[in-house]
Nanobody
Framework: QVQLVESGGGSVQPGGSLRLSCVAS????????MAWFRQAPGKEREGVAA????????YYADSAKGRFTISADNAKNTVYLQMNSLKADDTAMYYC???????????????????????WGQGTQVTVSS
C-alpha cells in the first residue's frame, strides 16, 4: 500500500529556506524513485525535483536548479527537499510521490513533468510572502 506523509512546510519571507520531509511506505519507496511535486492555486501539479534511489542521482526542473536540493535517507524511507532562496512563485502545496520523469514521462518546457501517479499524501503548504 502506498502511503506518503509530507511535512516541513510553513510561511517564510522571500529569500528564506525550508526543508520538507516525506516519509514513504516501503511499498512506495521500492519503486526506485521519489519526487517532489507542487501545485499552486489554479495551476497544474508539476514535478520539481526527483531522486533516483538506486543510482543516487537527481533531477531538477529549471525553477528548482541552484535553489532546491533533493536527498534521501534510504534507511528511513524518507526523502527531503531543501529549499533555499525561496520566492513568492514557490508558494504552493508540495507533495511527494514515486513518480519521476523519464522516457515514459518526458519533461516538458522548463524541465517540469506532470504526474502519472494517483497516490498522494496530504501535502504540506509552503507560503512565501513578505
Amino acid at each position: 500500500q502506498v502511503q506518503l506523509v509530507e511535512s516541513g512546510g510553513g510561511s517564510v519571507q522571500p529569500g528564506g529556506s525550508l526543508r520538507l520531509s516525506c516519509v514513504a511506505s516501503p511499498y512506495a519507496y521500492r519503486w526506485g524513485c521519489m519526487a517532489w511535486f507542487r501545485q499552486a492555486p489554479g495551476k497544474e501539479r508539476e514535478g520539481v525535483a526527483a531522486f533516483l534511489i538506486l543510482a543516487g542521482s537527481t533531477y531538477y526542473a529549471d525553477s528548482a536548479k541552484g535553489r532546491f536540493t533533493i536527498s534521501a535517507d534510504n534507511a528511513k524511507n524518507t526523502v527531503y527537499l531543501q529549499m533555499n532562496s525561496l520566492k513568492a512563485d514557490d508558494t504552493a502545496m508540495y507533495y511527494c510521490a514515486a513518480d519521476c520523469p523519464g522516457s515514459h514521462n518526458p519533461p516538458s518546457d522548463g524541465g517540469i513533468w506532470y504526474p502519472q501517479n494517483k497516490n498522494w499524501g496530504q501535502g504540506t503548504q509552503v507560503t512565501v510572502s513578505s
